[in-house]
T-cell receptor
Framework: DAKTTQPPSMDCAEGRAANLPCNHS???????VYWYRQIHSQGPQYIIH???NNETNEMASLIITEDRKSSTLILPHATLRDTAVYYC???????????FGAGTRLAVHP | EPEVTQTPSHQVTQMGQEVILRCVPI?????FYWYRQILGQKVEFLVS????????KSEIFDDQFSVERPDGSNFTLKIRSTKLEDSAMYFC??????????????FGSGTQLSVL
């Protein structure tokens, strides 16, 4: 599985958009980009995933560059409850495991 | 939304004792996983399970570990003789792969195992 690079930490003001970057320059053509988050010590929570196209759901938007070497997770209106560690993971889907890195620790402040 | 359920939420055991961690994956999911997270460290893959056999396991998953799906609903992780370094949060996850092949993993809330 391709490796990802994320900043270790970011801050965001409550109500503002949080833009979390991820580099995955060695991603293969059949690999998806997944985003999960972990609030405190809870189980990782799925946020969104995509292959080539930008995706949006009720939680977030995912912007994938045309060359697929990087992506950005956007939380449009961050709240205090969005404070968590955010993981960007690339994987080929199917039954294959997802490998978690260190992620980005996002702190949302009032 | 359907949930992966794990029991117990906390387990305290003495070194050398056997423990069984239990998980009820989401109904109709086909693939099952165990991960663990030592305090302050990354979430680490342990094992994946499909069609009543292990699909893949990590180096962590040595002979002291085993998994089983004893019936149609439960998925268990057994540690035969616990060590201090087995203290961690253990997460179960499941996945439904009857669609495009990119289905997401659903994680349980974890079992905190403390080995004394």
């Amino acid at each position: 599985d391709a490796k990802t690079t994320q900043p270790p930490s970011m801050d965001c003001a409550e109500g503002r958009a949080a833009n979390l970057p991820c580099n995955h320059s060695t991603i293969s053509g059949n690999e998806y980009v997944y985003w999960y988050r972990q609030i405190h010590s809870q189980g990782p929570q799925y946020i969104i995933h995509g292959l080539k196209n930008n995706e949006t759901n009720e939680m977030a938007s995912l912007i994938i560059t045309e060359d697929r070497k990087s992506s950005t997770l956007i939380l449009p209106h961050a709240t205090l409850r969005d404070t968590a560690v955010y993981y960007c993971i690339v994987g080929s889907g199917g039954y294959n495991k997802l490998i978690f890195g260190a992620g980005t620790r996002l702190a949302v402040h009032p | 939304e359907p949930e992966v359920t794990q029991t117990p939420s906390h387990q305290v055991t003495q070194m050398g004792q056997e423990v069984i961690l239990r998980c009820v994956p989401i109904s109709n999911h086909l693939y099952f996983y165990w991960y663990r997270q030592i305090l302050g460290q990354k979430v680490e893959f342990l094992v994946s399970f499909y069609n009543n056999e292990i699909s893949e396991k990590s180096e962590i998953f040595d002979d002291q570990f085993s998994v089983e799906r004893p019936d149609g609903s439960n998925f268990t992780l057994k540690i035969r003789s616990t060590k201090l370094e087995d203290s961690a949060m253990y997460f179960c996850a499941s996945r439904d792969l009857r669609g495009q092949g990119d289905e997401k993993l659903f994680f349980g809330s974890g079992t905190q195992l403390s080995v004394l």
